[in-house]
């Protein structure tokens, strides 16, 4: 008997928690004195000139693909081409970047430099960074590889150095 | 267990609510709560401790140091950050980002580059509900940044007005109220909206100086004298000024909002229907005298 009373129980229960859902806005609550269906005269336009400008103040749908230049100063460059040949790449990110950060934890002490989304030889690629890295430190440079997820891990700040070297090698 | 009870217990469990966050509970007696004991040794202090204000419950007032000079009262009142929580904040963006977003085409140094175009990036975010009043273009980058731009910014020092015209370029400094900012900082889900684009507000009375002072490159100062200032500071920092008259762009850097415009070319009472890609503009004497004023 009161198994059987049960749903009906939880569906009260539920149509009095979730009321028809409605977007909470100034614009929604009456006005206090009925102030009739006041009419405003528009002119309704499609003028292409005017759209231009609507068009500019719109954000791109996806991130804009960089076009070639003679020169960045702000020494980003784009990606080189005909790297099937080298044991190893990186892809860019969405954003045209290089995969390199870093990670800062410990109330940062712990600095660790991440170069992410490797393909091919990840072995050969983790030698040859520590070769570049090594003069930069006094202490032996201690590395992680993970294979499957594709990254390696240098423990100590090299992002500036890493991303130097890739970019040195048109990556 | 015959079949006619499966069969039951099977129907009874359909007509069962679903095992959901909302219908659990604790298992029977998980959870106890204390009592307080009254026996023998149950009941001696209850937990109060033995003397003193935790026994007899009468706790000293916040702060008081039982005789000495509490701390709280013995140094001066110093109100070195007073009001800073209704300041204006100016999130910085640097010259070296935005030579950066120049280079991966994330801004486009064709059109006049303005606090639109730099939070369509993505890069960027402002919060005018936190007193965010718009970006402070800093100097980080200085000594690399080559573009032609004409910018418009909220906040900028001497170094950085140098830098762009050094290279070639325009810029302004202007002021936008809250109301502005809401607009302009998500500029699609404002038109998805379907209110009219609300006018620009005059600065406050503490920020009318900076945006009306030509070596600030205000939108509210006289046009001759930025241009004489602009060739004041080159002479103060030593370089020639690029002649932007003979620039191939040269429209394109004297393009300028009007000080009641938020969006470059839409005036404010107009309202964009971006599914019927129509533009309503009001036609009332008294709306236009609003926007327009």
Request: overall charge positive; hydrophobic content about 35%; glycine content about 6%.
């Amino acid at each position: 008997m009161f198994l059987k009373r049960l749903p009906a129980l939880f569906l009260n229960k539920c149509n009095i928690l979730c009321p028809k859902y409605q977007h909470i806005s100034y614009l929604n609550s009456p006005f206090v004195v009925d102030i009739e269906n006041k009419k405003v005269n528009y002119e309704v336009t499609n003028s292409i000139e005017d759209w231009k400008y609507i068009e500019r103040a719109l954000a791109p749908i996806v991130v804009p693909i960089p076009t070639p230049k003679d020169k960045y100063p702000s020494e980003w460059k784009p990606q080189g081409q005909n790297l099937n040949s080298k044991p190893y790449f990186i892809p860019r990110t969405k954003n045209h970047m290089l995969p390199v950060y870093l990670h800062i934890s410990q109330r940062g002490i712990r600095r660790i430099t991440k170069v992410r989304n490797i393909q091919g030889d990840i072995w050969l690629l983790e030698r040859h960074l520590r070769d570049f890295i090594q003069p930069l430190d006094i202490r032996p440079i201690r590395s992680q590889i993970n294979e499957f997820s594709g990254y390696i891990r240098f423990y100590g700040d090299f992002v500036n150095a890493i991303k130097h070297w890739l970019t040195k090698h048109k990556f | 267990m015959s079949r006619n009870t499966v069969d039951k217990a099977l129907s009874m469990l359909r007509s069962l609510p679903r095992v959901a966050l909302n219908n659990i509970r604790d298992n029977p007696g998980s959870k106890m709560t204390q009592k307080r004991g009254r026996a023998q040794h149950g009941g001696d202090k209850h937990g109060a401790g033995n003397k003193g204000s935790g026994q007899r419950q009468n706790y000293m007032r916040l702060g008081y140091e039982t005789g000495n000079w509490p701390f709280y009262l013995r140094f001066g009142y110093e109100p070195y950050y007073k009001g800073h929580h209704l300041r204006r904040q100016y999130p910085p963006l640097t010259l070296f980002q935005l030579q950066m977003m120049i280079d991966t085409n994330r801004v486009d140094i064709s059109k006049p580059i303005d606090l639109v175009s730099i939070c369509n990036t993505g890069l960027f975010r402002l919060f005018p509900d936190q007193h965010q009043f718009g970006f402070n273009l800093t100097e980080e980058g200085a000594d690399i940044f080559q573009a032609k731009i004409n910018i418009e910014v909220q906040w900028a020092s001497e170094l950085v007005i140098s830098t762009i015209e050094r290279a070639g370029g325009v810029i302004t400094t202007a002021y936008y109220d809250q109301h502005s900012l809401q607009c302009m900082i998500n500029s699609k889900k404002f038109f998805e909206r379907g209110v009219p684009i609300p006018k620009r507000m005059i600065p406050p009375k503490d920020a009318i100086e900076y945006y009306t002072d030509p070596s600030k490159r205000g939108y509210l100062a006289d046009p001759e004298k930025i241009s004489h200032e602009r060739l004041v500071l080159a002479q103060k920092y030593g370089y020639e000024l690029p002649v932007i008259e003979k620039d191939s762009s040269y429209e394109m850097f004297l393009e300028r909002k009007d000080p009641r415009q938020i969006f470059y070319g839409l005036h404010p009472g107009w309202v964009v229907n971006l599914k019927d890609k129509v533009i309503l503009k009001p036609q009332d004497e008294e709306l236009l005298q609003y926007y327009n004023s």
